[in-house]
Every structure is written in C-alpha cells, then in structure tokens.
C-alpha cells in the first residue's frame, strides 16, 4: 500500500473556478514515488512546504559566480519574471529566488533601483494576482509591473529584420532574466535554446510570439529567441540569468550564469536525466483516464513532477531530434511522407476529468479528441464564457461532483488507470492498477534510456555521451 498523495496548492483566481474536493481525496487514490520508479533520478533540495531558506541559500551561492559589475548604483534594473514559474508547487520558491536575486544584487552592486516585471502570454490580469498573492509589491517597494503580449511594443533590429518586445520589460538600464527549467513545451524547444525562449515569449510582443508560432515551424521556431537575444538592443541590457530548476522530484537547484548558452547546455542535461526516464514510461502506457487538478491551463499543469502537456504527446519521443514533432500548430504543418502518424493528443488517453483548471490558452483540441467531463456547472458555465475556447463545451458532459465524473469516466474509458495532474513533485497521484503497471515498465525503460536513447539523444546535438555521462 502507498502513501495517500499531498496535492499541491491552488491559488485562488478569476480564471479558475471555485476551489472543491480534490482528486487526492478519492477512495483508492495512492502516491507512487517518484524514486521508487526511477532512483537515479535528481534528487530535490526543496518540496512544496519545506524551508524557504534553502532556497534562499542556493540562489545565493549560484550568484556568488556571476559578473555583475556593469550594473553601477545609479542605475535601474529590471527583474524579468514569468507567470509559470508561480505555477510551480505554489509558486512560493519562484517568489523566493525573485526576492533573493533582488537582495544580493543591491547588496552587491549598491543599486536600489531593481524593478519586478510579471509577465503573462493570454490572462491579462493574472500578473495582478500575482504580485498581491506573494506580496511581492510591498517587497520591491512598489516597484513590480505586469507585462501582458498586448502592452506597448519596442522594436528589435535582429539578423532576419525588426521583431518587437514589450517596451516595459527593456525600460531599464539592465535586465535579469529569471526563469525555470521545469520541462514544459519540449514540442516547440527540444531542449535547444530552451533558456532563451522566454525572449519570443513572455518578453514579447503578441506579433512576435505569433512569428514564433505561426510563420515558423516547431523546430526552426528556435530560431526567433536566438535572434532576438543576440540583437544588440537586448545584448546591451542583459546582465545574467538565474533559474529555479526542476525534476520529477521537486526543486534541484537554481543555476545561474552570464552565459545563457552554458545554462542551455545544463538544462539539457538535467532534462534528459530528470525527465527522459519518465517520458519514455509514459509511452509505455496505453490507456488511462487524466484528471486536471491544479492550477494553471492544462498543458502545463503538474502530475508526478512532470506537465499534463508531456502525457498528451507521448506517443512520439520528443527528444529525439528525428521525430516529426506533435504541436500547438499541430494541424498548420504539412507532414513529410513518411512521417509517423500521429494525432495532435494521445490516444491512450481514454477520458478527461476537469476538476480544477484555468483559462486563458487554446485546448480545444482536448475535448475534440478526448471524451471530456466537467467537474460543476460553475467551472461549466467558465469554460462556456472562455474566448480562448468558444467551443469547448460542445464536446464535453458536465458532471454534479467529482465522484459522478470518475464514475462516467471509468464507464466510457473502460479503464480503471487513473493518472491525476494535481500539482504535486515527488511523487505521482494515481490509482493502484496504473501503480502497478509503471513499477514493472520502469526497470526496463530505465535500462533503455542508458543505453540506447540517451547517448542518441546527446549525439543529435553535437555531444560526446562518454563525457556528458560521466
């Protein structure tokens, strides 16, 4: 028998609907940790309710080696932050490292000027519930600002013409781009300048990020960060980066640097050591109900340390550089002959419970590919008002409770493997039968990815396996 499971936190916000029972709290439901499936992989420093002042103290000796000598007293520096580090266990170590980079860079640098930017893609207002949620304006002395695609735009010469940033995030002398490396969106990165990608993103205007998405497919899109990073506008300003890093275990680490090609290289390695053994089991799995239950949208909400958007395109090994890769713009790309057929959601996915999720992303490919069922008329009536997906519940059943959901759910899927999304690190919220199942996957997976996948995955990008696996 496993432990019962511990969900993660769900902040309260105007694109969620009211807080209710948890998925956790059903009968049956177990934690199947992390380490017991795979025990070489990272180990956490930080899970969601520990000591903050681990945080603290490893943010601070990542900064102890960086180079922050341009930034002189009188200057203004502008502290880049981005909506999802928040979604990270409770986005308590996120907020923890951002007033820690703060607090050492004044006390190194003697510059009191260090303004927050919140930035958002789509929920214009969430960087307000942000900022009030961690209180973070009274810590930086009311220096903090949201950053929405839609502000006011700067323009950026790059090497393929004149791209756009939000003019809030370069109004400064300096900037600090500080992120996280949890592994989201491997469809569009594939770990290749996945530590600049922020720059076509959250610090971009929405023409641009539509550049990112639209005028280039998911792997030459990789070549829109770069650009705008090199640019010798965003070259002037930048300073350092400093990430707050992930496995399926909980918080590793945070790294920073002035070289964002070195952290490139790092986050690629703890990627594929973190996240490369859990992935490759996730295709192993051939049928399952999932369960949304935590905050944020649901390609990037959290199951067993790792986003519901990784289960979804499971089908395909995403870091493998030779597959034809499953996107948001799945349907605008023309396959080569040849490719692997693939649909844009996993079809081992046999049901999908939503009982607790946020607007504001496109996902009506969900409900169109998967029998959906909403858990309350509350978060029913939500989803029907969401712009983003005016026609979401054409394709979905509503439910009363989360027990009647699950019970339709398991009449319809014909499956009792139950894989919950509910925010949580260390451990995965699943039912006994898909516990089972993963636990005799695992040794033969692990043994796969260290023998076969993880050297091919290190060559496709030019490295010596020999040595990057020392």
């Excluded at 713009?329 to 396959?335: A, I, M, S, T, V």
């Excluded at 919950?420 to 451990?427: E, I, P, Q, W």
Aim: proline share 6%; charged share 25%.
């Amino acid at each position: 028998m496993l432990n019962r499971p511990k969900p993660s936190y769900i902040r309260k916000s105007q694109y969620g609907p009211g807080i209710k029972k948890r998925a956790a709290e059903l009968p049956g439901m177990e934690a199947l940790p992390i380490r017991d499936l795979f025990p070489d992989v990272p180990r956490e420093i930080f899970l969601e309710g520990g000591d903050l002042s681990v945080i603290r103290k490893a943010t601070e000796e990542a900064l102890k080696k960086v180079d922050m000598s341009m930034i002189k007293p009188g200057d203004t520096v502008n502290l880049l932050s981005s909506q999802y580090g928040f979604q990270i266990m409770g986005g308590q170590a996120y907020a923890e490292m951002l007033k820690t980079i703060k607090d050492f860079v004044e006390a190194k640098t003697g510059c009191h000027h260090i303004r927050l930017r919140v930035a958002t893609g789509f929920r214009i207002r969430e960087p307000l519930e942000i900022v009030q949620e961690y209180k973070l304006d009274e810590y930086f002395k009311g220096q903090t600002a949201p950053v929405r695609a839609i502000d006011p735009g700067v323009p950026i010469e790059t090497e393929i013409g004149t791209l756009y940033g939000v003019a809030r995030i370069y109004d400064a002398d300096w900037i600090i781009h500080a992120h996280h490396g949890e592994l989201r969106e491997l469809d569009m990165h594939r770990m290749i300048n996945r530590a600049i990608k922020p720059f076509a993103m959250s610090y971009a205007r929405l023409e641009t990020r539509s550049v990112q998405h639209m005028n280039f497919g998911p792997r030459s899109s990789n070549f829109i960060p770069k650009v705008i990073f090199n640019s010798p506008f965003v070259q002037k300003k930048f300073t350092f980066g400093c990430f707050l890093l992930t496995s399926p275990e909980g918080i590793t680490g945070v790294d920073a640097d002035n070289d964002m090609a070195a952290v490139d290289r790092r986050l690629m390695m703890l990627a594929f050591k973190s996240y490369g053994k859990l992935r490759v089991l996730c295709e192993e799995i051939k049928e399952c109900i999932a369960v949304l239950d935590a905050t944020g949208e649901p390609r990037y909400m959290i199951g067993g340390g790792m986003t519901f958007g990784n289960l979804t395109e499971a089908e395909l090994d995403l870091f493998d550089l030779d597959i034809l890769p499953v996107s948001l713009g799945y349907g605008l790309y023309e396959k080569q002959p040849g490719a692997p057929k693939a649909k844009s959601v996993n079809p081992a996915i046999k049901a999908l419970v939503l009982n607790h999720a946020w607007l504001g992303v496109p996902q009506l490919e969900l409900a169109t590919h998967i029998p959906t069922i909403v858990v309350g008329n509350d978060f029913a009536e939500l989803l029907g008002s969401d712009p983003m997906n005016h026609d979401f519940m054409k394709y979905t059943v509503t439910a009363e409770n989360l027990e009647t959901a699950m019970n339709f759910a398991y009449r319809i899927a014909n499956t009792d493997k139950v894989y919950v999304f509910d925010g949580c690190f260390g451990a995965m919220t699943c039912s006994p039968s898909l516990a089972e199942f993963l636990m005799k996957k695992a040794p033969e997976v692990s043994r796969r990815v260290d023998q076969e996948l993880m050297p091919k995955w290190l060559r496709q990008r030019g490295f010596d396996p020999a040595q990057m696996m020392m």
